[in-house]
């Protein structure tokens, strides 16, 4: 390259010379699966990173940093990221080293289960990026949870999160 000045008194060129540098890019899926349970139970649901081409992921991309919303009536997240709830939606900010990114298990999210307001949760990733010195590309893969053992008979029975407690039938039994 070089670089060429008219605009002093002694017109001057200069050449420089350098390196580049070979880009980095790799194209993965961040993906929550599809989990089914009971109520009461304590669930693990593991965030996946798949798809890497590249042996030095973990090299090139340090964290990624993801915001991901469930419904928080029937999912009670017993981790330590930051977690807010909003009326029946509860979202978490989580950044997630991947470092020890391992089977493509980026980090596993653990949960209490109940008899919420509903039967199925969207686990919905919201947001995601990234740091490090490579450039990534993500797919986004939400998942859901089913509570199951639910009674369908009639028709389901869910708690209204108004904060009103009141009985159905107040009628004595004949």
Do not use: A
Request: with cysteine; aromatic share 6%; glycine share 10%.
């Amino acid at each position: 390259m070089s670089v060429s000045d008219n605009l002093q008194i002694v017109p001057c060129e200069i050449n420089l010379k350098g390196r580049g540098v070979e880009p980095w890019i790799d194209t993965v899926s961040i993906r929550l699966p599809n989990v089914d349970d009971g109520i009461g139970k304590l669930i693990s649901i593991p965030i996946l990173v798949e798809g890497i081409t590249k042996n030095d992921f973990k090299d090139m991309i340090d964290t990624i940093y993801s915001e991901i919303s469930y419904n928080s009536t029937i999912l009670e997240y017993l981790g330590n990221s930051q977690n807010s709830i909003e009326g029946s939606l509860g979202k978490l900010i989580l950044f997630m080293s991947t470092e020890n990114l391992s089977d493509s298990v980026l980090f596993i999210l653990n949960f209490r289960t109940g008899l919420g307001n509903d039967s199925i949760s969207e686990l919905k990733i919201d947001s995601v990026s990234y740091s490090g010195k490579g450039t990534l590309l993500i797919n986004i893969i939400d998942g859901k949870f089913i509570l199951e053992g639910i009674c369908k008979k009639g028709k389901p029975r869910f708690f209204i999160q108004d904060g009103i407690i009141s009985l159905s039938q107040n009628k004595p039994n004949p």
